[in-house]
């Protein structure tokens, strides 16, 4: 159990159109995800929590009008890259916490969005 | 600032070797994972680590936690190129969000 996808896995896009990134729990319920973004050979650097039903919490530095959050059920989160730029040109993951006796959070495969 | 600080940052062996990666914080946490992230790929759940002074076995893989639930360590023993990767320890602080450590490169060679 405790199975995230990311849909797509990459995606070249054009400077100044919009990227969505989906994720989905499969096979538990998340009322918690959360966006990260990782460059290379770096460590994974949280961008906001999505809450179910409610706004996402964006960290400090990360533009919410440019990276837009919605949590619209259970086991789905989207991420929309608006008005890309290529230096948006990153690897997204995402995580859903499962609530069990711990706070775990399990990793999607990861979106690498490449803006030319 | 919660900061996790890993040890070694990069760290290649020759097969059959042992090694030990560190994780550690001022702070205290609540739990304690760790992750091995391959290239391309999303990072993938070890353990999770809660009592303070809680030592688990995965295979050839050890995972401590320290008394004060500040610091953990994740020995491998006998590494095989098939652990190469990315590990990242992550704290959890209680507020649900994760403090990743800064990552510990390891290659190991056939």
């Not at chain 1, 159990?1 to 538990?28: M, N, Y």
């Not at chain 2, 391309?40 to 809660?50: A, H, M």
């Not at chain 2, 020995?75 to 095989?80: E, L, N």
Request: some cysteine.
């Amino acid at each position: 159990g405790a199975v995230v996808s990311q849909h797509p896995s990459w995606v070249i896009c054009k400077s100044g159109t919009s990227v969505k990134i989906e994720c989905r729990s499969l096979d538990f319920q998340a009322t918690t995800m959360f966006w990260y973004r990782q460059f290379p050979k770096q460590s994974l650097m949280l961008m906001a929590t999505s809450n179910e039903g409610s706004k996402a919490t964006y960290e400090q530095g990360v533009e919410k009008d440019k990276f837009l959050i919605n949590h619209a059920s259970l086991t789905l989160s989207t991420l929309t890259v608006t008005s890309a730029h290529p230096e948006d040109s990153s690897f997204y993951i995402c995580s859903a916490r499962r609530d069990r006796v711990y706070n775990e959070q399990f990793f999607g495969p990861g979106t690498r969005l490449t803006v030319l | 600032t919660q900061l996790l600080e890993q040890s070694p940052q990069f760290l290649s062996i020759q097969e059959g070797e042992n090694l030990t990666v560190y994780c550690n914080s001022s702070s205290v946490f609540s739990s304690l994972q760790w992750y091995r992230q391959e290239p391309g790929e999303g990072p993938v759940l070890l353990v999770t680590v809660v009592t303070g002074g809680e030592v688990k076995k995965l295979k050839r893989l050890t995972f401590q936690f320290g008394d004060a639930r500040k610091d953990s360590s994740l020995h491998i023993t006998a590494a095989q190129p098939g652990d190469t990767g990315l590990y990242l320890c992550a704290g959890d602080s209680g507020t649900y969000k994760y403090i990743f450590g800064t990552g510990t490169r390891l290659k190991v060679l056939a």
